[in-house]
């Protein structure tokens, strides 16, 4: 990977904190959280950070394709930290469009050496997240980084439990779907007994409504979130799912 000397980056930080110091007390703010929510060394996530702000060639690519995708993933940079950090051997998301969540993982599990992304997208039926015309779901994923790429179209209501069942065990999942409260909560109560302990439930956009933190209280997990990114860390003491549910 093609990286900056990392001081002219420490001054990049500093030239943009002298600039606009409330934009770098904000950033600090949210990375500082990352850090603490993923259970991470805070110089590590930063680091990781920069290193895929001085990846050019990736970067160069993301910027070409981005003026066709029409939303955007405000937390890709905080999805490749902690891929980054910690190093998953499985993955699973829910919800590709575009690819940017695909895309920034994938790139991270090719830095790492190691790991597996297992896709879900059911594309086109979500308004502001359409596919540009003639493109399939994750066109903006790099040819040089799908090896280590499963999608599968279809709804993650019918293909999920199959796709956790046959995994076994999860390190990290990221939901980014069907965001209605049913179907969030039916995602993160599939995933979360396949996860492992100590391993990472992540969730975009939950401030639409409580479906991210009635299932964090309901399973004594704490319903942080960095921004709309919620980010939990499965206990390593968790209870099972057969012992969370009939406790509640
Ligand atoms: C917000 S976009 C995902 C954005 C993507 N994570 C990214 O970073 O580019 C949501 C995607 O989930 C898809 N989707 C909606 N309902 C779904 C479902 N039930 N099963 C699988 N995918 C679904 C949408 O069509 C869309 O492609």
């Not at 990977?1 to 600039?19: C, E, I, N, T, Y």
């Not at 997208?121 to 903006?140: K, Y």
């Not at 302990?197 to 704490?222: I, N």
Request: proline share 5%; glycine share 8%.
């Amino acid at each position: 990977m093609k990286q900056s000397f990392p001081a002219w980056s420490l001054a990049h930080d500093f030239g943009r904190a002298f600039v606009n110091p409330r934009g770098a007390w904000n950033l600090l703010r949210r990375w500082v959280l990352l850090a603490h929510h993923a259970g991470l060394p805070y110089a590590e996530v930063m680091r990781y950070r920069r290193e895929l702000r001085d990846d050019a060639e990736f970067q160069g690519h993301l910027k070409r394709c981005l003026v066709d995708v029409p939303y955007i993933f405000p937390e890709t940079a905080e999805v490749y930290a902690v891929v980054r950090a910690i190093k998953p051997g499985v993955i699973v998301e829910t919800g590709v469009a575009s690819g940017l969540s695909s895309a920034h993982i994938l790139r991270a599990l090719a830095a790492n050496g190691t790991g597996t992304l297992h896709s879900i997208d059911l594309p086109n039926v979500q308004q502001g997240s359409v596919l540009p015309d003639g493109r399939a779901s994750g066109w903006i994923v790099p040819d040089s980084l799908r090896f280590r790429w499963k999608l599968q179209i279809g709804d993650s209501r019918k293909l999920l439990p199959d796709l956790l069942r046959t995994l076994g065990h999860v390190d990290i999942f990221l939901h980014d779907s069907d965001h209605s409260y049913e179907n969030m909560s039916f995602e993160f109560e599939q995933a979360f007994p396949r996860l492992k302990h100590g391993g990472l439930l992540m969730s975009d956009d939950t401030h639409l409504h409580g479906a991210w933190d009635d299932f964090c209280v309901k399973h004594d997990l704490r319903p942080t979130r960095v921004g709309h990114l919620g980010v939990t860390r499965k206990p390593r003491n968790a209870r099972t799912s057969s012992s969370a549910r009939s406790a509640h």
